[in-house]
T-cell receptor, first 112, second 114 residues
Framework: GQNIDQPTEMTATEGAIVQINCTYQ??????LFWYQQHAGEAPTFLSY????GLEEKGRFSSFLSRSKGYSYLLLKELQMKDSASYLC?????????????FGRGTSLIVHP | DGGITQSPKYLFRKEGQNVTLSCEQN?????MYWYRQDPGQGLRLIYY???????QKGDIAEGYSVSREKKESFPLTVTSAQKNPTAFYLC?????????????FGPGTRLTVL
C-alpha cells in the first residue's frame, strides 16, 4: 500500500500564494491526483501528474518528483472561496488495481 | 446533464437497521466506487466494481454490501454489522480502472445512526 502524508491545516491571506505538500511511499507509483473538497461536498478534480515536473492550470499548479516521492499543489492569488480541504491521492499499479489511495487532506483557511 | 447522483443527501436510521444508499451515474463509466469519509480522515475505499455483475472488497468492506446489476447503478447497503456507520459516504465513477482515468464524485450522503 501507500503511505501518504500531508499537513493537516494551513492558513494564508487573500491574494497570497500557498504551497501544499504531499509526500508518499509506494512500490509501484502510477500517478498522483489533487482534489479540492469544500465542507460537506464532493471532491472535485484539480490535477493529475504522472511524469516529473510542473503542470499549470490557471491559478493552480501541481508539481511531481517521483524520485523524491513528493508533490505539491501551488495556489496563486488566493481567494476566499479557495478555503477548502485539498486531497492528495496516489495511484499504485501493484496487484493490477489502479485505484488511488487518498491522504487525510489539508484544510486550507484563507483569511482577509 | 451528465453526472453522478446520490440520494438522499441526509439519512437518519436507528441502530440495528440496514440502510441502502443510492448511487446512479449517466456518464457511461464502467468503474464505480464507494468511499467513506470521517472527520480528520482521508477517503477510505469500501467496495469497487470494474464491470457489471462484478465487484471487489476495498480496505473497509466489513459490515457493508453492494450490487452491480446495471452499469448505471451501484447501491451500497450499510448493515447492522457495521459497528460505526455514522459517516459521510461518497460514490465515484471512472471510465475504467486503468491508468490516468480520473474519478468523478457524487455529492455524498451523510448517514447518521441514532
Amino acid at each position: 500500500g501507500q503511505n501518504i502524508d500531508q499537513p493537516t491545516e494551513m492558513t494564508a491571506t487573500e491574494g497570497a500564494i500557498v504551497q501544499i505538500n504531499c509526500t508518499y511511499q509506494t512500490s509501484g507509483f502510477n500517478g498522483l491526483f489533487w482534489y479540492q473538497q469544500h465542507a460537506g461536498e464532493a471532491p472535485t478534480f484539480l490535477s493529475y501528474n504522472v511524469l516529473d515536473g510542473l503542470e499549470e492550470k490557471g491559478r493552480f499548479s501541481s508539481f511531481l518528483s517521483r524520485s523524491k516521492g513528493y508533490s505539491y499543489l501551488l495556489l496563486k492569488e488566493l481567494q476566499m472561496k479557495d478555503s477548502a480541504s485539498y486531497l492528495c491521492a496516489v495511484r499504485d499499479r501493484t496487484g493490477g488495481s489502479y485505484i488511488p489511495t487518498f491522504g487525510r487532506g489539508t484544510s486550507l483557511i484563507v483569511h482577509p | 446533464d451528465g453526472g453522478i447522483t446520490q440520494s438522499p443527501k441526509y439519512l437518519f436510521r436507528k441502530e440495528g437497521q440496514n440502510v441502502t444508499l443510492s448511487c446512479e451515474q449517466n456518464l457511461n463509466h464502467d468503474a464505480m466506487y464507494w468511499y467513506r469519509q470521517d472527520p480528520g480522515q482521508g477517503l477510505r475505499l469500501i467496495y469497487y466494481s470494474q464491470i457489471v455483475n462484478d465487484f471487489q472488497k476495498g480496505d473497509i468492506a466489513e459490515g457493508y454490501s453492494v450490487s452491480r446489476e446495471k452499469k448505471e447503478s451501484f447501491p451500497l447497503t450499510v448493515t447492522s454489522a457495521q459497528k460505526n456507520p455514522t459517516a459521510f459516504y461518497l460514490c465515484a465513477s471512472s471510465m475504467s480502472n486503468r491508468e490516468s482515468d480520473t474519478q468523478y464524485f457524487g455529492p455524498g450522503t451523510r448517514l447518521t445512526v441514532l
